[in-house]
Each structure stands twice: as structure tokens, then as C-alpha cells.
């Protein structure tokens, strides 16, 4: 059995029933490789000849792997073989990019255009919305402000907190979630602008935030 969301091969097997325990070495050798030619396959494990499971953590997605046990007898040279079996660990393709590309303010919210890699296979995905850079204290005001399962998707409006919208700059970003509601990808993190004018006699002041450049992303 392939458990994704912890990234491992649970195996369970059948005890040797032709030959006495006694004359049954204490241990199987199981063998484990990415092709069907078993001569190539590493010994990757002793398993007590009493216990029936094994699993092999830290494994990677969408790979084959093959196994196989040996038992030996400890009163001549005989070794049995178990049957080869395969498993697929099949997992959704992940999005090869993400980004957002612009966040345009209106009267009624600001519209975030992004562009996800259209050949995912990923189908959850959500717009969150900080109110600080990505720190520490930004956790506690993140607010998901759209989900969507389309990763042809290019925009979506939010329209939460319109006033605020105009008086202070949100950061947004856009996450790909697994089946496991882990994420996968991320987006870069981008602000909202606000202006400000500031007039003084025949002049106007204009000021603005800037735009925040993710490198970590």
C-alpha cells in the first residue's frame, strides 16, 4: 500500500509455510529496486521470519518499485524467493510554476491575475491574503479569500474589506494544495499599492508603497 501523504511503502506478506521454523533462518531479506530486472534489486532490510509487515519511508512520487523476499534455511544452502511485486506511487503532477502577476485595485476590491502551470494536475488551490510580509506575525492575519479547483484560472476579486483595501496594502499569494492538503507550490507574494495625496498650495504631493520584491520565491 502507497501512503502518500507520508511518503511511504507499507508491505505485508504470507510466512513461509514449507519448512519448519526451526530450520528457517531468523531473518528474510528483503530486496528492493525501480526496475523489473531483480538482478539489479539492493537488499534493503532483515525482517524477523515472525513478523509480516515492513515499510519503506522517504519514497518518491510517481516511481516504480519492485520487491521481493528470500528466506534461507540454517541446515543447508536453500534460499526461496516470494513472488515480484510492483507498485506505482502515482501522485498528482505538481504545477511547474505559479506566480501572480498583478493586483489591480477597483471600487469594488482588488483583482489578483496570476498564472498557474495549466498541465497540473492539481486541483485545489487558494488565494490568501496577509496583512504583513511573510514573517512570523503575518500567520495570525492570513484570510483565505478565494478557493477554486481550475488551474486555467486567472483572477479572482477580493472584495472583503473594501474600505481597508483603500487605506492600507495586503499582500496576497496563491497556494497549490496535494490530496494530503499539504502545499506543493506557492506563488511569489505580492502587495497592494495605495497612494496618497498630500496637497500644500498650488501643489500636490503624490506618495505611494512600493512593490514588494519576493526573492524567496
Known sequence: AYDSCNAKIDLSWKRYEGWDNNNTDQYYNLYMG????????????????????????NVSENQDYYFYITASRVDTSFVTYSNLYHIYTKM???????????????????KIYYTIDPTTEITNFKLVRWEQPDTNQSIFSARVIHSFSDPNSTYSLDSMDTWAQRTRKFYYKVDAYNGCNSVVNL?????????????KGSTVHLEWDTLMIDTKR
Do not use: E
Not at 498528482?92 to 482588488?110: E, K, L, R, V
Open 187 to 199: 506563488t511569489n507574494l505580492c502587495n497592494s499599492i495605495i497612494p496618497r495625496i498630500k496637497p
Open 92 to 110: 498528482a503532477a505538481h504545477p511547474q510554476y505559479m506566480q501572480i502577476d498583478s493586483i489591480i485595485g477597483t471600487d469594488n476590491g482588488n
Open 34 to 57: 525501480t526496475t523489473p530486472d531483480w538482478t539489479t534489486f539492493k537488499h534493503v532490510a532483515d525482517v524477523d521470519k515472525f513478523d509480516l509487515t515492513y515499510s519503506i519511508k
